[in-house]
Nanobody, 123 residues
Framework: QVQLVESGGGVVQTGGSLRLSCAAS????????MAWFRQGPGKEREFVAA????????DYADSVKGRFTISRDNVKNSMYLQMNNLTPEDTAIYYC????????????????WGQGTQVTVSS
């Protein structure tokens, strides 16, 4: 019954920044983890970052460490992804996901997904 909606995508030049948001609506669970995934043209969906329900624990893909920051605001029922120093390889549709229990880097572990938001980085 939970719905996730991403926003904040757009077109930016190499070296620029974007901040993505994911808002949850509908039924709220007492404990859950959330994550960001992305899928570039002709590529498989890949893990980007994950965060525990409390926000105390985070995981990042090696390709985004030091450039991206995941965070959440449980009062607003929202999750964010701050993306800095973007490159054309970051071009993809970005999806937010949610699951009960602990965080995971596997897309198969998540049972609720948003529709995605497009991020395009030009050279």
């Amino acid at each position: 019954q939970v719905q996730l909606v991403e926003s904040g995508g757009g077109v930016v030049q190499t070296g620029g920044s974007l901040r993505l948001s994911c808002a949850a609506s509908g039924r709220t669970f007492s404990s859950y983890a959330m994550a960001w995934f992305r899928q570039g043209p002709g590529k498989e969906r890949e893990f980007v970052a994950a965060i525990s329900w409390s926000g105390a624990s985070t995981d990042y893909a090696d390709s985004v460490k030091g450039r991206f920051t995941i965070s959440r605001d449980n009062v607003k029922n929202s999750m964010y992804l701050q993306m800095n120093n973007l490159t054309p390889e970051d071009t993809a549709i970005y999806y937010c996901a949610r699951r009960l229990s602990g965080k995971s880097a596997s897309p198969n572990a998540y049972n609720t997904w948003g529709q995605g938001t497009q991020v395009t980085v030009s050279s």
